[in-house]
């Protein structure tokens, strides 16, 4: 049974499962109101679906069209946007707002502030440290160009990016990756640092995922 505090508001039709918690000020599937000019997808949204045990906690709004897995936390004031997937196990921390149409894999943690902008993938195990930035748009919103090659980054499992990192529009981040600022595909189990980032060494073979 879920727990859903008299301040919040859980939209109808939201699937909550087994032991959710829904605190202060928080919203469950809010439908998105889109500017007449915004080039996302306008097509009717299914019910947010929230899995066992996952606490969306003060202020936090997940919007409709969303599943987010069990035992998630979405932090205080974090934002989930429309089409969103979350594995299990997942921490979206306070403030963080993750966009529309992004997959994010079971384990992963984003750290507070941290911004994943629409059509961004990360998979299982993933690190994102606070207030990382990603984008999505080379052309920032100037050529109908742009439309076709909208894309994210690509974060592989395992991969850490460093705090006040800066990710470029459709970069890979390798498996196991350690990554400050990107501007270009980023090597398995390599550490890059630096602005603009550079190779630095291999991933010690004592901080890889078993």
Do not use: W
């Amino acid at each position: 049974m879920a727990e859903i505090h008299p301040s919040a508001i859980v939209y109808p039709g939201t699937v909550l499962g087994d032991g959710v918690k829904v605190l202060e000020n928080a919203v469950v599937g809010k439908q998105p109101s889109l500017s007449p000019r915004s080039t996302a997808k306008r097509e009717p949204l299914p019910p947010s679906v929230i899995g066992d045990g996952t606490i969306v906690s003060s202020g936090a709004i997940v919007f409709a069209g969303s599943r987010i897995g069990a035992r998630v936390i979405v932090g205080d004031q974090a934002c989930v946007r429309e089409r969103v997937e979350i594995g299990d196990d997942v921490v979206v921390g306070r403030g963080v707002l993750v966009e529309n149409d992004t997959t994010i894999g079971a384990l992963t943690k984003i750290q507070a502030e941290a911004y994943i902008t629409a059509y961004s993938t990360l998979e299982e195990s993933v690190f994102i440290a606070p207030c990382v930035v990603t984008t999505n748009d080379n052309f920032m919103g100037r050529t109908e160009r742009r439309h076709e090659l909208v894309k994210g980054p690509t974060i592989r499992r395992g991969a850490r990016v460093g705090g006040g990192a800066i990710l470029c529009p459709g970069v890979e981040i390798g498996e196991e990756a350690f990554i400050a600022v990107v501007t270009k595909n980023v090597e398995p189990r390599m550490v890059v640092v630096g602005n603009p980032a550079r190779v630095l060494r291999s991933v010690s073979a004592d901080e890889l995922l078993q």
